[in-house]
């Protein structure tokens, strides 16, 4: 699978920490909280610096997460892979051979069982899981799924980061700039 070899994918919730991955040796980089008007042009610019462009549907300004925005999404920007919670954009990526990322808050057993059925469901590529300091919790729904784990939020420092690895996560996502400097 593409993303197992990059321990680290940034998020960039800037256009000025997007330019700065830019630079970066990363090949996989995701941009957070963008205007759906500046997509087109953050891809282009991501393609011409040979870098792989993951969006996060759910946190780009102007895009309404239904099946239009699916399709804008897959047809129009094209990225190699999309953040979700969402099962109908999960669902088209996949039928559009995009890399899908089902995104799964871990807030309790209720809405873990919930995201299981989900996952059942859309059989993603990758399951995003959050809070990211939880490594019981990486291994628990790696071995439900046996779907790759990526993880993220509150991820603080590179220590952090390297128990999510060594818990099996297989990239960690973090806009922390310090993680991406040490874990690069």
């Known amino acids: 699978m593409p993303l197992t070899n990059q321990k680290v994918i940034p998020a960039a919730r800037t256009i000025k920490q997007f330019d700065q991955l830019l630079k970066s040796p990363f090949e996989y980089i995701v941009v957070l909280e963008v205007n759906l008007g500046h997509l ?10 040979q870098k792989k462009l993951i969006v996060h ?15 804008y999404l897959c047809n129009d920007i094209r990225p190699a892979a999309i953040i979700s919670t969402r099962s109908n954009i999960i669902l088209k990526a996949k039928s ?3 890399i899908a990322i089902q995104r799964v808050f871990l807030i309790d057993t209720i809405a873990l069982e919930k995201s299981y059925s989900l996952i059942e469901q859309t059989q993603p590529d ?10 019981a919790m990486i291994q628990e729904v790696y071995a439900k799924t046996h ?5 993220g939020g509150l991820i603080r420092t590179a220590e952090e980061a390297q128990v999510a690895i060594d818990a099996g996560a297989v990239s960690i996502t973090t806009s922390n700039a310090e993680i991406w400097r040490i874990m690069q």
Request: net charge negative; proline share 7%; aromatic share 4%.
């Open 147 to 151: 779907i790759p784990i990526i993880t």
């Open 96 to 98: 559009r051979g995009i």
């Open 126 to 135: 990758y399951i995003e899981l959050l809070p990211g300091i939880i490594p």
């Open 57 to 71: 549907a759910d946190l780009i300004h102007g895009l309404k997460t239904d099946n239009f925005g699916a399709d």
């Open 40 to 49: 087109r042009s953050l891809k282009q610019e991501a393609d011409r610096h």
